[in-house]
């Protein structure tokens, strides 16, 4: 039994009316957010539930007899939880609806039926927090469920033929079901918390039923009584750890204690689990765990792997979990984005966020990493695409600088970068592979953020010059879409900003005394030239040649500045080849330049231009994206 879609309102950081929603889980399932944004509260529910459900009996003593005498057991539980536990310690209710998929399980009485008929099956829990109760039921359509979910121990069954809830003597359709399929999703829920010590005598304290204390028990009971797999998992468990420490020898001993023999300086050496430290340790009392029950189907909540584990082990050990275990289903909460990049068409993201009330929402990601061939090859990683609630495109790297700094100088309040905003760079040219809303071989702007902010060059040599066709097409596109969402509350400019520089460039926005302060620098400017024979020729600034010049809206920076160099040796003109050359040198050093030309902004500079309303309105959308105020 694999759990597909799970809606949960009222629950620690779930809202009662929103609550969280996540579906089109996969094999691996990735669920990421930063600390406290509730991202383990979805966990700590499954593992409370389960709790609830461990008074009863297990499968092995569940026979036909048991379910049909206490078939609604489950429908009436005198216990709930806490006020802690609930959203806002209001003591509200909390309920959640839980979707499963290939439903398999050995089951030790007559297997329910729902499930062959329908393909799936829907279970509810209601829990009544003032009145600690607690009832579980089986949907069995939209409206109905298959016992009357009435708090009574000896429900009504849903009739097909009525359309109602009968005496249990009269309906017997799907009589014991609901206590078989709750019985199923308990035995199938397994958790692992991030500290792991296979010496640890208990997990009581923990909010995880694995530990590996009892590793070394089931391993010995293996080796003694299955010897073709303990055959089988021996060679595996090797093969794995070789792979994930990168050792080139590796071979697993059992007597009274679990030892490796491996390599070390050309020799042989013996060595316990506990002197190959906790990430190790970690490592093999998990992949056992799993290759002990790997044919049942199980769902595994697995709590940041990365504790104790290196990048790079955590990719190999997903990679191990994809590959080898093919039957379990796995979510894995994290706040990393290591795993995000290894994304494939097995894999689902969810990412957990909190919105301006507190409470704790869940996004889908799978979308926005839906080109990620295309993305690979403009050197996008997806980690990058789901840091922040906006993103800012941009050409290059100095346009970065600027903007970071533009942005600390106007905002009310301190925004991160990496928290609040990212930004991504698409380097001129390749705007053409960018698109709004794109049915077609393009990126989506939008399926990288809900959020976008494009800064665009107008590259206009003069005022009367069209624009670049790549830039054109955006601003259509755009247009386009605002007609046809014609008539939604809300349409896509309010989601996409495009900012065209009112000149040539951005550092047309930089004043002409900043630019010769800059240029000027012993660190930025150029030199001298080598000539034929190797013997530099000196070069020197004369200001005056540029003193009555305007450094106009629609000047190249680096084009301009260039013709403020004469020779040094006697002050004559340079020929249009070594001004290329200078110019060439100041775009090469873009980077540097922005950063010292930072260093040396001031307020006053935001005045001219439209400079000052085009980051306030960048700051507007980020402070709404982020939902502050």
């Known amino acids: 039994m694999k759990i597909s879609k799970v809606v949960l309102k009222g629950w620690k950081s779930f809202s009662n009316e929103e609550g969280i929603s996540l579906d089109n889980f996969k094999h691996i399932n990735i669920i990421i957010g930063p600390n406290n944004a509730g991202k383990s509260n979805l966990f700590k529910y499954f593992f409370y539930l389960r709790n609830m459900l461990r008074e009863f009996p297990d499968n092995e003593q569940i026979d036909e007899i048991y379910t049909q005498k206490n078939y609604g057991i489950l429908n009436y539980i005198n216990k709930a939880f806490q006020p802690e536990n609930t959203w806002a310690w209001l003591k509200g209710d909390i309920q959640c609806d839980i979707n499963t998929e290939e439903i398999s399980f050995e089951w030790k009485c007559v297997p329910p039926k729902l499930h062959a008929e329908s393909g799936n099956c829907q279970l509810h829990s209601f829990h009544n927090c ?3 109760k607690t009832c579980l039921s089986v949907a069995f359509n939209e409206t109905h469920y298959l016992l009357d979910p009435t708090n009574d121990v000896k429900p009504k069954a849903f009739s097909q033929a009525t359309g109602d809830y009968r005496d249990m003597r009269l309906e017997n359709d799907y009589p014991c079901d609901t206590l078989k399929y709750w019985i199923a999703l ?7 918390d991030p500290i792991r010590h296979y010496d640890r005598n208990t997990a009581s304290v923990f909010e995880s039923d694995f530990d590996g204390s009892k590793i070394l028990e ?3 009971y293996l080796s003694k009584n299955n010897l073709p797999l303990w055959v089988e998992y021996v060679k595996s468990i090797e093969t794995w750890l070789m792979d994930i420490l990168g050792e080139d020898f590796l071979r697993l001993e059992l007597k009274d204690s679990i030892r490796f023999f491996m390599s070390r300086g050309g020799e042989t050496i013996l060595t316990n689990l506990t002197q190959l430290g906790t990430g190790v340790a970690q490592l093999f009392m998990m992949l056992s765990y799993l290759f002990i029950n790997k044919d ?37 909460s994290t706040h990393s984005s290591t795993l995000i990049d290894q994304l494939n068409n097995t894999w689902s993201i969810h990412r957990i966020v909190r919105k301006s009330n507190g409470s704790s929402i869940a996004q889908q990601c799978n979308g926005i ?3 990620y061939e295309l993305l690979d090859e403009l050197g996008i990683r ?8 906006l993103v800012i495109w941009v050409e290059g790297p100095s346009d970065r600088i600027y903007l970071n700094k533009w942005i600390k100088d106007l905002a009310d309040i301190p925004l991160v970068e990496g928290k609040h905003y990212s930004f991504l760079m698409y380097g001129g040219t390749n705007l053409t592979s960018y698109d709004l809303l794109s049915d077609n071989s393009y990126i989506d702007i939008l399926s990288t953020s809900r959020n976008a902010v494009v800064v665009c060059d107008s590259d206009k040599g003069r005022e009367d010059q069209p624009l670049k066709t790549r830039v054109q097409n955006l601003i259509d596109k755009l247009e386009t879409v605002k007609t046809q969402e014609n008539g939604y ?19 047309n926005y930089v004043p002409k005394d900043i630019f010769i302060e800059v240029l000027s620098s012993e660190s930025i400017k150029k030199h001298h030239f080598r000539n034929e024979g190797n013997a530099n020729r000196d070069l020197t600034i004369d200001l005056a040649l540029i003193q009555d010049l305007n450094f106009g809206l629609y000047e190249s920076f680096d084009k301009f500045f260039s013709k403020m160099y004469v020779w040094s040796d006697d002050r004559s003109i340079l020929d249009n080849e070594k001004y290329d050359k200078i110019s060439l040198h100041y775009s090469q050093k873009k980077v540097e330049i922005s950063k010292a030309t930072v260093e040396a902004w001031n307020n006053s500079y935001y005045e001219p231009l439209d400079l000052r309303d085009k980051v306030l309105e960048i700051i507007r959308r980020i402070k709404i994206s982020n939902g502050l105020r």
Not at 309 to 329: D, G, W
Not at 382 to 389: F, P, V
Request: hydrophobic share 40%; charged share 25%.
């Open 369 to 371: 990493v839906r080109k």
């Open 218 to 220: 089931q391993l010995e």
């Open 489 to 507: 509350e809300k349409d896509i400019s309010e989601y996409v900003y495009i900012w065209v520089t009112i000149g040539r460039e951005i550092e």
């Open 382 to 389: 997806a980690s990058q695409l789901l840091q922040s609630n």
């Open 186 to 192: 308990r035995d199938s829920l397994v958790f692992i």
């Open 130 to 132: 003032n009145d600690n």
């Open 296 to 332: 049942r189907s199980l769902n595994v909540f697995m709590e940041e792997p990365e504790c104790n584990l290196h990048p790079e082990a955590v990719l190999k050990l997903i990679l191990i979990l994809e590959q080898s275990f093919v039957t379990h289903r796995f979510y894995i």
